[in-house]
C-alpha cells in the first residue's frame, strides 16, 4: 500500500487507478499507509514554519471540509506528542474545528489521498512561532492587554453602528490609541536590545485577495510595519515591532468588515459583471483611501513628540532589514485595475466615512 500512496503522489499512477486500488485493498493496510504518510508530511510542515491555523486555513480553500477536518485532527495529535508546547501553537490546534459529521470510508480515503497530494506541494516557509519538539526562541512579550481590549472594544462598536458618524468616532479613537501606545513603546524601548522586530502572517481571505491585501498593506504601512503578499498561499507576512503588529491586524480586521458593509449597501443591484467590477474598484479605492487618512493621522501624532522620527527611522531600518532576510527577493505586484467609476467613488466616501484623525 505505501508503493501505491508513493507513486500516486510523485505520478506514476494516475489518481483515479490508485483510488481504485487503495478502496478495495484491505482497510488496516490502508489506514496505516495513508496515515503513516500523513504524518511525516504533517511533521515536516510543523517543523518547515506551517502554524495549525495558517495550514487548516490554506487546505479549507480547497472546498474539501474532510480535508480540512484531518488537518485538525493532525495539529491536535502532534501537539500532543510533546511535553512543553509554545501555548500560541497549541491555542490555535484547539480553535481549530473538528469533523462536523463522520464522513463515509470512500470518502475518507479519497480525501486522504488529495490531501497528501496537496500538502506535498506546499513550500517550507519561516518558522515564526517555535514548533512542538524545538527549543523555544526569543520570543516578543506581547503588547499592552488593556489597550488592545480598549481598542477591540472600539471597533467593535464601529463595526456594530449603522450610523457613519460613530463608526468615524470610534475607529479615530482607536487609531489615536493604537498611535499614541506605538510612540510609547518605540520611546521607551529605544536603548533596549532585546526589543526587535518580527513577523506574523495574517490570512487574506478571497474574493477579491490581491485588492483585500493592498488595504492590509496601506494599515501596515500607516503604522511603522512592511507587508509582503504570498497570493499562492492566501497570507501576507506583516513585519515590524509587535505592538505595531498588534495594532495592524486589529485595525485591518475592523476596516475590512466596515468596507464589506459598505459595498453591500452601495453596490448595483443587477448585472453579475457590473456586481465585480464594482466591488473591485470599491475596495481598490477604499484602501488607497484608507492609506491617505492614516498616514495623515500617524503625522500628526508624530508631530507633537520632540526626538520621535530618529527612533522611527531607525526602527523602520531594523524592519526592513528583518524582512530582507525572511524574504530576500520580492517583486512588486501590478495595482488592481479600476473597471468601475461608480465602485470607486462609492469605495473613496466609504472610505471617508471610516476616516481616522
Known sequence: MQQIVREVVN??????????????APAADVDAALGGALRDTFEQLFKGGWQPAELHRVVARLGDPVKA????????????RFSDVDPRWLAQAASLPAFARRADRITLVDSSLGLLIALRRLPLIEVLIPPPGTKAAILPTGGDNRMLERVRALLAKAESTDFPAEAEAYSAKAQELIARHSIEEALTSADRTDVVPFARR???????????ASLLDAVARANHCHTVWSPELGFSTVFGFDADIDGVELL??????????????????????????????????????????????????????????????????????TMQKAFPRTVRSRGSRVDSREGWESGRAAADEAKLR
Open 11 to 24: 505520478g506514476a499512477i494516475g489518481y483515479e487507478a490508485g483510488l481504485d486500488a487503495l478502496t478495495v
Open 69 to 80: 477536518a484531518l488537518v485538525a485532527d493532525a495539529a491536535t495529535a502532534y501537539g500532543k
Open 202 to 212: 495574517i490570512g487574506v481571505d478571497h474574493p477579491y485577495e490581491s485588492e483585500k
Open 252 to 321: 485591518y480586521t475592523s476596516l475590512l468588515v466596515q468596507a464589506n458593509r459598505a459595498m453591500a449597501r452601495d453596490e448595483p443591484a443587477k448585472g453579475k459583471a457590473r456586481i465585480k467590477a464594482f466591488r473591485r474598484s470599491f475596495l481598490v479605492a477604499y484602501a488607497v483611501r484608507i492609506g491617505e487618512r492614516l498616514a495623515q493621522a500617524t503625522r500628526h501624532e508624530i508631530a507633537g513628540v520632540r526626538d520621535l522620527l530618529p527612533v522611527l527611522r531607525g526602527r523602520d531600518l531594523q524592519v526592513r532589514e
